[in-house]
């Protein structure tokens, strides 16, 4: 397997999967959008070699497929997928011993080495040395996407008591003083938070280490969820086929395998404005106090390379990121939570907002009526577990007499939206945590989240064009079908939730008055429902990105029996409101002159833009 990352890029040009931008380009905003350009016409990864304003390449869209992610893995690939799978179910190594005797060997294997002294050839350089690539153009300034954050519990220092996460950097721009200060965005749950509270209740500030290249391995070992026992430096190693080699300058923990290492401090109590940055919500996340690192020194090795992504409104390449992860941790989650069958944190809502769940349904034969039951337990257990306790939306069901994926959206909501009972299956929880970069909530980290639980026969035939009735009423403009049983209709501009409640009641009035409505069980309030209704990303993307569960569905002939809330049919207001974050929009300019790169004889020549 690879040692470098410099080995990666020459092995995938050979074989097809690389190719190699000559022209300078700009590391604002142009990177990033050819990137994006790219990435969207299932292209190649990118070699820019000529990066104005540094002397360093910069490489992007490695990971942009999960066939190329899993080709850059081919050779570690079935034996990390054979130790994942061992340490959720030990029990498989019992019952076939000589399948699994290797991993053991194989995770042995992959323990760090530590050398006595660190590269002759690594040089010292300055932030400002680096590729200052800046993604969007209201970014606070040139953020680290593909960083490596390296941090030792203060308790029990040493590796084997490390923690390697993935958190943005902001490398200059707002308060930051260049080439002495740079800002870490993470909360305080993580890992490196764990370990900063450590550290200030000993009084001392926190070392990190900032590693970024290597071998791809390592990039993905900081984004791994990973069984208890099993650390990310191990993982590292086991993946790459090659262990984890690192040493310490003036106390700071070195990867020799890095192309770039940037060391420093936090010290407690110190934050400075970070933000804001274009996230993978398809938003801005707003500029917050984050801990501020002050600046040793930072290192590169000769003939560096800066590895760096996109995010932007999903699907973006963390989309097989997330794929990739998922292959390798199999069924961790079955373990995790009994009953589940699957869950799929929807990637064109952002992961986070929306959840799809399959879960078991082995109490209703006890029941004179097929309901949801075992099924709530399960969305709790859901709901409470690591990232998982961010989303905002679940939908959950179980199979009954017929195949079902959680990963075909359409079939699967249309499942839900035949066999729900509005009266009994909506399930809130209100005044409650949400993803920090989720700012359509009452506030930073707060908001809301609600549970559709649907199980038993089918209830209903849904429409499969906007009914009669709706485009009969003078309160609904331009409704559009945007898949059976859900019609978009556009709003005018939310002004206050006073307002809206008005408009709300205004409109299920009318809908009422018209009599049932049971083939449209679901209705949404937006800005544009032509938008809405053209592509199904698209109404996943701004319907679960832009509501507050407890504030945004509403619903007609909505009534509360014994606390639980019920209507008719569901309306979910989808419009923007005033304190949500902007959208990602792309510069115009830089579109158009990115466009000298695709034409004929340059180095994307040929490629759809």
């Not at 590269?119 to 300034?141: R, V």
């Not at 099993?230 to 190693?237: H, K, Q, V, Y």
């Not at 086991?238 to 300058?249: E, N, Q, T, V």
């Not at 009954?400 to 066999?419: C, G, K, M, W």
């Amino acid at each position: 397997m690879y040692r470098n990352l410099e080995e990666c890029i020459i092995d995938l040009e050979k074989n097809g999967h690389l190719v190699r931008i000559h022209e300078e380009v700009d590391p604002y905003l142009e990177m990033a959008a050819i990137h994006i350009k790219v990435y969207e016409s299932g292209g190649p990864a990118l070699l820019f070699e000529n990066v104005k304003g540094s002397k360093f390449r910069a490489v992007s869209n490695l990971f942009g497929t999960v066939e190329r992610s899993k080709y850059i893995f081919r050779q570690t690939w079935d034996a990390v997928q054979d130790v994942m799978s061992l340490r959720n179910d030990p029990i498989k190594a019992i019952k076939n011993p000589f399948k699994y005797m290797g991993t053991g060997l194989a995770a042995w294997k992959a323990l760090p080495l530590k050398s006595d002294s660190h590269p002759a050839a690594l040089q010292e350089i300055s932030i400002s040395d680096l590729p200052l690539i800046q993604h969007w153009p209201e970014d606070g300034g040139a953020f680290i996407t593909l960083p490596q954050v390296y941090t030792e519990d203060p308790d029990k220092p040493g590796i084997m008591n490390s923690n390697l996460g993935m958190y943005r950097i902001q490398l200059n721009g707002n308060e930051y003083e260049m080439n002495k200060e740079i800002g870490l965005h993470y909360q305080i749950h993580r890992g490196i938070g764990v370990h900063q509270d450590k550290a200030v209740k000993q009084g001392e500030p926190l070392k990190v280490s900032c590693f970024v290249g290597g071998p791809p391995a390592h990039t993905l070992s900081a984004v791994m969820p990973l069984p208890e026992g099993l650390s990310e430096i191990t993982f590292a190693g086991l993946l790459s086929g090659r262990r984890f080699h690192y040493s310490y300058i003036d106390g700071f923990c070195i990867s020799n395998d890095a192309d770039f290492v940037i060391t420093g401090e936090i010290y407690p109590g110190e934050t400075k404005p970070e933000g804001p940055f274009g996230d993978h919500l398809g938003y801005y996340s707003l500029t917050h106090p984050f801990p501020v690192m002050k600046v040793h020194k930072v290192y590169a090795k000769p003939n560096a390379i800066w590895p760096f992504t996109v995010v932007g409104q999903p699907p973006q390449e963390d989309t097989a990121f997330g794929q990739l992860i998922h292959e390798l941790t199999g069924d961790a989650i079955k373990q995790e939570i009994p009953g589940v069958k699957e869950v799929h944190a929807v990637d064109a809502a952002g992961v986070h907002p929306l959840l799809f769940a399959i879960g078991s349904e082995r109490y209703t034969p006890y029941q004179q009526v097929k309901q949801p039951a075992e099924l709530l337990t399960i969305a709790n257990r859901i709901l409470g577990t690591g990232q998982l306790s961010l989303a905002k939306y679940l939908f959950i069901t179980a199979e009954e007499n017929q195949p079902l994926s959680a990963h075909h959206e359409v079939d699967f909501l249309t499942y839900i939206l035949e066999r729900i009972d509005l009266h009994r299956d909506i399930h809130f929880y209100t005044q409650t945590t949400i993803d920090t970069l989720d700012y359509s909530g009452t506030g930073l980290n707060s908001g809301s989240k609600v549970v559709f639980a649907a199980f038993g026969d089918k209830k209903r035939e849904l429409c499969t064009e906007v009914p009669n009735v709706l485009n009969e009423l003078r309160e609904v403009e331009h409704a559009r079908l945007v898949m059976p049983g859900i019609v978009a209709i556009q709003g005018s501009k939310f002004i206050n939730y006073t307002e809206a409640q008005q408009e709300m009641k205004d409109l299920s009035d009318a809908i009422q008055a018209k009599g049932p409505l049971p083939s449209c069980p679901m209705l949404i309030l937006c800005d544009d429902s032509q938008f809405m209704s053209e592509a199904i990303n698209n109404f996943l993307w701004a319907t679960f990105t832009r509501s507050n569960p407890s504030h945004d569905i509403y619903g007609v002939n909505s009534y509360y029996e014994n606390k639980h809330w019920a209507c008719d049919n569901v309306i979910i207001d989808a419009r923007i409101k005033p304190h949500q974050a902007p959208p990602l929009i792309p510069d115009p300019t830089v579109e158009k002159n990115i466009e000298r790169l695709f034409v004929k004889g340059a180095s994307l020549e040929g490629m759809r833009l």
